[in-house]
């Protein structure tokens, strides 16, 4: 399975840090990891002592360089298990704590991004993302940035953070300001939050993707509605399981969405945290599900339809699967 062609279409770049790189940039700033990260490992157990460790991560990466060199190490090893296209969630509002300007935050990203396509030639994009419990000002705020074009590999908009936080109808606005910018639309849902937080992001939101909506499965209507619409799902099991949304890929949704006609994809969310990767995400579906190399193409193929590039880059990339 090694060999097949894959993409990542939910993968938060700041949450791609590995605990040694994140160490090295601690001893870089003089900063104490040690609530966050013991061994090689981060520590954290439940969803906000999570996004603690996300938080401090984030915080050690304060320069251009730094983020390109994030970037660049993320997207080579990736390649290296075959992956040929990804979208990072970039987050102008972690950069802003860390220090940086959004210029200089998306300017370091797209240089590790141009060097890991030199080395690889791997492709790839970003999405702006708010924070959700962060309140919908500030992911106004994000939206208005993302629409203003600020870069030409930002190609689309999302909000990711506490999905227990608020109403989805809030964030509505940023997402029309995003949508009418002509940014793509993907927003974490059902991941927290069970089917009538799924159901609202739908309503209020009209986004292609929907990062994980796995608990859609609770609701049969849903996913009927779901697979009708042709939304796709970012799932990203791994993730699922390290924060306990079921106990093992045996009882994961993500099968019994594909065979209800859901366009579902594979992803890695924030690898590191959860003990996994894109080539480890699909290894583990092939494992659960049976899949051969036809089937794991397929579903890279659908990540590929739903990516959010230019139609001449889709075209070469869907042709790196023949
Ligand atoms: N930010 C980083 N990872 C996340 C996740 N899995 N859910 C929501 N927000 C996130
Ligand atoms: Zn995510």
């Known amino acids: 399975m090694t060999g097949v062609r894959k993409a990542e279409l939910?993968?938060?770049?700041e949450g791609a840090a590995s605990p040694a790189l994140v160490m090295a940039q601690a001893q870089k700033y003089g900063a104490d990891v040690s609530g966050f990260i013991s061994g090689d490992r981060y520590v954290w157990s439940d969803f906000t002592e999570f996004l603690t460790a996300y938080d401090g991560?984030?915080?050690?990466?304060?320069?251009?360089?730094?983020?390109?060199?994030?970037?660049?190490?993320?997207?080579?090893?990736?390649?290296?298990?075959?992956?040929?296209?990804?979208e990072i969630f970039v987050s102008p509002d972690?950069?802003?704590?860390?220090?940086?300007?959004?210029e200089s935050y998306f300017d370091g990203l797209a240089q590790g991004i141009e060097a890991a396509k030199a080395s690889t030639g791997i492709e790839?994009?970003?999405?702006?993302?708010?924070?959700r419990h962060?309140?919908?000002?500030?992911?106004?705020?994000?939206?208005?940035?993302?629409?203003?074009?600020?870069?030409?590999?930002i190609t689309g908009?999302?909000?990711?953070?506490?999905?227990?936080?608020?109403?989805?109808?809030?964030?509505?606005?940023?997402?029309?300001?995003?949508?009418?910018?002509?940014?793509?639309?993907t927003i974490h849902a059902g991941e927290l939050a069970g089917p009538d937080s799924v159901r609202d992001a739908l309503d209020h939101v009209r986004p292609s993707r929907i990062g994980h909506g796995v608990r859609a499965i609770e609701d049969e209507a849903l996913v009927k509605r779901i697979a009708e619409e042709g939304v796709v799902l970012e799932v990203c099991p791994g993730s699922n399981l390290?924060?306990?949304?079921?106990?093992?890929m045996a009882r994961h949704p993500f099968d019994r969405m594909r065979r209800a006609g859901v366009k579902?994809?594979?992803?890695?969310?924030?690898?590191?945290?959860?003990g996994s990767s894109i080539g480890r995400e699909y290894e583990m579906a092939a494992e659960a599900w049976g899949y051969d190399a036809a089937q794991l193409t397929a579903i890279t193929r659908t990540s590929l339809e739903a990516a959010f590039v230019d139609a001449p880059t889709r075209a070469f990339l869907l042709g790196q699967l023949d």
């Not at 950069?95 to 300007?101: D, E, H, N, Q, R």
């Not at 390290?242 to 106990?247: E, H, Q």
């Not at 994809?265 to 690898?271: A, F, G, M, R």
Request: with cysteine; glycine share 10%.
């Open 10 to 13: 939910h993968c938060h770049i």
């Open 134 to 153: 962060f309140g919908a000002e500030k992911v106004e705020a994000a939206a208005g940035l993302a629409a203003s074009r600020p870069h030409p590999l």
């Open 124 to 131: 790839c994009r970003m999405i702006v993302v708010g924070i």
């Open 57 to 86: 991560a984030a915080a050690l990466f304060r320069t251009p360089q730094d983020y390109a060199l994030l970037a660049q190490t993320y997207l080579e090893g990736i390649a290296a298990e075959n992956a040929i296209y990804a």
């Open 264 to 274: 579902v994809t594979l992803s890695s969310d924030d690898p590191p945290h959860f």
């Open 94 to 102: 972690h950069a802003s704590a860390a220090g940086l300007t959004p």
């Open 242 to 248: 390290a924060l306990g949304l079921y106990p093992d």
């Open 157 to 185: 908009f999302g909000m990711a953070g506490e999905e227990r936080f608020g109403r989805v109808a809030e964030f509505a606005r940023a997402f029309d300001i995003a949508r009418d910018a002509g940014l793509g639309i």
